[in-house]
């Protein structure tokens, strides 16, 4: 158990539609990456949150949004849902951003779009 | 090219036999190299984490780096059946955001 928890579990979604995923980093770190993960590859960065600024994004178009909160707490929100959005979704809490500090997942958040 | 390549697997290997998985990079500038688990239908779980030339040992696990040729290894000493699932290779970008990119993932299969 890395103390990072996300909600919900599992998700269905009908194309167009919008959701809202959650994360909460483990005690004491201050930074929420979030990551898609499709069926048989690796996760795909989608963005990062540092005290509550975006610090970095991937490859992933607009409709693709998030917040941190002051407990740095996440939110992933995407819009419009394509069946392409279907994917394991996940976030990770480390540190700090910078690259001595290690990231843990947590358990994910399954999303089907149909 | 792939900024993280790794072979999909699958790999099998006996029981109590040494396991190795490889991943190469194609940014020379990486300073942070990961490897996860993941069993299948969980998330991704750290196992090490490496920054320097050489080995890098932590009970059967041992990470092996090589940046010159750009290349990091796992090697998992006294296999067991609970080792089977999906290693992936993480390496940490230091031109923009502290991403992680991964590979595919190695599929490691480890037979009684």
């Known amino acids: 158990e890395t103390g990072v928890t996300q909600s919900p579990t599992h998700l269905i979604k009908t194309r167009g539609q919008q959701v809202t995923l959650r994360c909460s980093s483990q005690?004491?770190?201050?930074?929420v990456s979030w990551y898609q993960q499709a069926l048989g590859q690796g996760p795909q960065f989608i963005f990062q949150?540092?005290?509550?600024?975006?610090?970095g994004r991937g490859n992933f178009p607009p409709r693709f949004s998030g917040l941190q909160f002051p407990n740095y707490s996440s939110e992933l929100n995407v819009n419009a849902l394509e069946l392409d959005d279907s994917a394991l979704y996940l976030c990770?809490?480390?540190?700090?951003?910078?690259?001595?500090?290690?990231?843990?997942f947590g358990p994910g958040t399954r999303l089907t779009v149909t | 090219q792939k900024e993280v390549e790794q072979n999909s697997g699958p790999l099998s290997v006996p029981e109590g036999a040494i396991a190795s998985l490889n991943c190469t990079y194609s940014?020379?500038?990486?300073?942070?190299f990961f490897w996860y688990r993941q069993y299948s239908g969980k998330s991704p779980e750290l196992i090490m984490s490496?920054?320097?030339?050489g080995d890098k040992e932590d009970g059967r696990f041992t990470a092996q780096l090589n940046k010159a040729s750009q290349y990091v290894s796992l090697l998992i000493r006294d296999s067991q059946p609970s080792d089977s699932a999906t290693y992936l290779c993480?390496?940490?970008?230091?031109?923009?955001?502290?991403?992680?990119?991964f590979g595919q993932g190695t599929r490691l299969t480890i037979n009684p």
């Open positions: 990770a809490s480390s540190l700090g951003p910078l690259d001595l500090y290690e990231q843990y």
């Open positions: 005690s004491g770190h201050n930074t």
């Open positions: 949150y540092y005290r509550e600024e975006e610090n």
């Open positions: 940014d020379r500038v990486s300073q942070s």
């Open positions: 490496i920054y320097s030339n």
């Open positions: 993480a390496v940490r970008l230091i031109q923009g955001a502290q991403k992680l990119v």
